[in-house]
């Protein structure tokens, strides 16, 4: 049965700053990060010590543990590559034209996003996503890891909007944060992201 394994960053700790201080990364990777990574493995475990028993009383609360965790890994794993020190701008190409098809301008994507992920009440995320059944994007709240998606969408771009991401330097003014946000976006990433999951068949 194969682990979950947290994954190296793919910059150092300091690369984002001032938008995000090294204190926050490190914190946000090397604790939060891998309290997922083995919140996952620890409950894959409980899972396979309940099939050896055949006793699955507490089956409901360790699957929801599962999503949870698995969720947070996932996420996380897509935010720090969505993320980098030569990030910004805009994307090109076939996202550009496809943001503009389902959102009319990058602007009123930008807008809806931010909002998103701005408003999520308590902890969560705001995440542009592809909805394989109408072929089209959509912008998503995720709340804490795993709520409020279509069943069927993958995440492209993810803004991290929990506490621990943005708390020690922006306190309580998320908006702050979630527009510095849009200076580090690895479109490259993203783009990527969309090229794969849109040649697939559907």
């Known amino acids: 049965m194969g682990d979950y394994t947290l994954p190296d960053m793919p910059y150092d700790y300091a690369a984002l700053e001032p938008a995000i201080t090294g204190e926050i990364l490190e914190l946000h990777h090397a604790k939060h990060h891998a309290a997922y990574v083995k919140g996952a493995n ?118 991290d909007a929990w506490e621990h991401a943005y708390y020690l330097q922006y306190r309580n003014v998320r908006p702050d944060y979630v527009e510095k946000l849009w200076g580090l976006i690895n479109w490259e990433d993203v783009a990527r992201r969309f090229a794969d999951v849109t040649s697939q068949a559907g």
Do not use: C
Not at 47 to 54: C, H, I, N, Y
Not at 113 to 132: D, I
């Open 42 to 159: 620890d409950t894959l475990e409980r899972l396979a010590e309940a099939r050896d028993k055949g006793e699955f009383g507490g089956l409901v609360g360790l699957e929801k543990t599962f999503a949870f965790n698995l969720s947070g890994h996932v996420l996380h794993s897509i935010f720090w590559e969505n993320l980098s020190p030569d990030g910004g701008d805009r994307p090109e190409g076939p996202l550009a034209d496809a943001i503009l098809a389902h959102f009319g301008t990058f602007e009123a994507f930008q807008r809806q996003l931010t909002t998103a992920t701005a408003s999520v009440q308590g902890s969560g995320w705001g995440v542009l996503a592809w909805e394989p059944l109408g072929r089209r994007l959509v912008v998503e709240q995720v709340y804490d890891h795993h709520g409020n998606v279509g069943m069927n969408t993958t995440p492209l771009l993810v803004f």
